[in-house]
């Protein structure tokens, strides 16, 4: 069993939205933070936003506040990641992930290695 399946990709112009879903199982979910990286060709992987299932706390990367919402639903274990006012820099695979609480270190928010279990990701992609 996948732990965690991203779905919600897709092609987009600029300027448009999409809801990614990210459906988790198999692990004690309201123990668990989850979070949204993203990668595009060629740069690192890069942490966009992360909430911490148990008490709904959000977490935003400078890059997309204002534009992306991260919520959680803890009755059907998913999480969604609303992207509005999309931009061609946007454009990437965006993987979520999930890391336990009980190591929940908000200085390494971001750091990739800090996770547990890692979807397959989902193409975002956004035209000009």
């Known amino acids: 069993e996948v732990p965690l399946v991203e779905s919600g990709g897709g092609l987009v112009q600029a300027g448009g939205s999409l809801r990614l879903s990210c459906a988790a199982s198999g692990f004690s979910f309201e123990n668990y933070a989850t979070g949204w990286f993203r990668q595009a060709p060629g740069k690192e992987r890069e942490g966009v936003s992360c909430i911490t299932n148990r008490d709904g706390s959000t977490y935003y990367a400078d890059s997309v506040k204002g534009r992306f919402t991260i919520s959680s639903d803890n009755a059907t274990h998913t999480v969604y990641l609303q992207v509005n006012s999309l931009k061609p820099e946007d454009t990437a695979v965006y993987f979520c992930?999930?890391?336990?609480?009980?190591?929940?270190?908000?200085?390494?928010?971001?750091?990739?290695?800090?996770?547990?279990?890692w979807g397959q990701g989902t193409q975002v992609t956004v035209s000009s």
């Open positions: 992930a999930a890391k336990s609480l009980g190591l929940f270190r908000l200085w390494r928010l971001w750091d990739p290695d800090e996770y547990d279990f």
